[in-house]
């Protein structure tokens, strides 16, 4: 075997491997919580949670995880679903693409819900409880939900998630809760 070759292939992958995204489990570990902030690798988030806490209960229709370098604290996304939305034969939904997806009304007027909810977990036992979920299943995630639909890092950079009109919410989940019935 050529020796160039094998070298231009141990330079590759080692680059992959620096590259490559933090999972989930890692971040976690590595999130700190002061006050309204959450700290990663020495810049601070702040965040404006609401006070009160809310539940979001729904078919898990999709959960991705996901890495995203400007709020790398938001490790998953999750699309929950009611009524017409958790039909596929009465709404088509598209995979979740960085955090984003589409879909397509088959019926006029379908009825229910669809969140596209980015997950913070507020600690590592309720990232691996997220990691738990699968499709079809019912679930209740608890928590807080952001409240200015913004996020500014001590790095001088700034967020947003998209229009909680079009069901983009960025919640801190402080519990998860699957039905026992939809395992």
Known sequence: MN?????AALLILGGWW????????????AVKTEDSALV???TRYEVEWDAEEKTYSGDVHELAE???SAVPFNT???ILTTEDYSNPERVKINPLRHGHTTWLYKVP???????VLHLVPKDLAICKKIQMLEHGQVASIIGQEE?????ESSDARSYSFGSKSYGHIL????????DSESL
């Open 147 to 151: 409240t200015d639909n913004r996020v």
């Open 76 to 78: 998953h996304d999750l």
């Open 66 to 68: 996901d890495y995203n």
């Open 171 to 178: 919640f801190l989940v402080t519990d998860v809760q699957i």
């Open 109 to 115: 007027a379908a009825q229910g819900d669809l969140k």
């Open 3 to 7: 020796p160039k070759f094998v070298i």
């Open 40 to 42: 990663y690798r020495s």
């Open 18 to 29: 620096w590259m490559r995204a933090p999972g989930a489990q890692s971040i976690m570990k």
